[in-house]
């Protein structure tokens, strides 16, 4: 996923009436500028230092993002189990 591609997302999110959505986003932007800079951002573009350092980002498509929400209302978790659950997901997709 691009910056501007999750720049989007939060958006969305923040439009959103859903909770659950809205805290995922958050997490998925603070998990993104926790990363180190490898790259110089122009006019939207990402133009690379080291092409071979390029790590595309992945996010959690609404399926995943779903899923969880559900099984947090469904066990009773609190949000704080939830953000720590979509971290660790973040994480695991994103070899980190």
Do not use: C
Not at 17 to 24: F, L, M, R, T, Y
Not at 28 to 37: E, H, K, N, T
Request: proline share 3%.
């Amino acid at each position: 996923m691009t910056d501007r591609e999750l720049m989007q997302m939060a958006l969305d999110a923040l439009d959103s009436d859903n909770p659950h959505i809205q805290v995922g986003a958050a997490i998925s932007l603070r998990y993104r500028l926790a990363q180190p800079v490898h790259a110089i951002d122009i006019s939207q573009e990402r133009v690379d230092e080291n092409p071979k350092d390029r790590h595309e980002w992945v996010g959690l498509d609404d399926d995943e993002v779903n899923e969880m929400s559900r099984f947090m209302v469904k066990a009773d978790k609190s949000v704080e189990w939830l953000s720590r659950r979509i971290e660790a997901k973040l994480k695991e997709k994103n070899g980190g």
